[in-house]
């Protein structure tokens, strides 16, 4: 199988680190959603990554329904996401507040790239976001004294908080000051030491 996108992604790395963890090989294909739209678009004609073709040629599109196979790939005793109940809400919160983190630092992105006169309302509106974001992570990474989110396993909310929190930082470093969210960089600097997130 292989997975297609760039690792500035941290849609396309959370998968790629998720890949890693699970010990399941892969081959990477790099392609850029403007540079080679025309590769991708034949596994998804929304020219969005990550993009993981399996080994019999079905494209699955979008992280959260990529790590969802994953999950069922490896089954449950090694899943990263619970199956059921509260804990898998809770999960599930912090993913979806990453991952919509993660929309929008791309959003500034295109806005400043794309854009020839940024529009202020919708540059504001963004990094608003992104700040009641980080804000809300910062107290709930405040009230767990685990080594990771959930316990002392690795989860798919870690990947995903981390992730997000090295493309914000490196992308926009005037929203993430590392001061000012002591609870989410210490958990990154932990998931960004190990192996898999090199």
Not at 8 to 25: C, E, N
Not at 144 to 155: C, K
Request: proline residues 6%.
């Amino acid at each position: 199988m292989f997975l297609i996108g760039q690792y500035d992604s941290p849609f396309v790395r959370r998968t790629a680190i998720a890949l890693k963890l699970y010990g399941l090989p892969f081959e990477h294909r790099p392609w850029s959603t403007f540079g080679d739209a025309d590769r991708i678009a034949p596994y998804n004609p929304l020219l969005r990554v990550p993009v993981l073709v399996l080994d019999g040629g079905e494209a699955l599109i979008d992280s959260a329904a990529i790590l969802d196979h994953l999950d069922e790939t490896v089954g449950p005793e090694r899943a990263m996401l619970a199956r059921s109940g509260a804990l898998r809400r809770q999960q599930l919160h912090t993913i979806a507040l990453s991952s919509g983190l993660g929309d929008k630092a791309v959003s500034l992105i295109y806005e400043r790239v794309l854009r020839k006169d940024r529009l202020a309302l919708w540059v504001a509106r963004c990094e608003t976001q992104i700040s009641g974001v980080l804000a809300m992570l910062e107290g709930e990474r405040a009230a767990v004294s685990t080594d990771y989110w959930y316990g002392q396993q690795i989860g798919h909310a870690d990947i995903a908080v981390a992730c997000v929190l090295r493309f914000t930082s490196e992308a926009h470093p005037h929203l993430f000051d590392a001061a000012r969210y002591p609870g989410l960089s210490a958990h990154a600097a932990r998931c960004e030491a190990l192996p898999p997130f090199q």
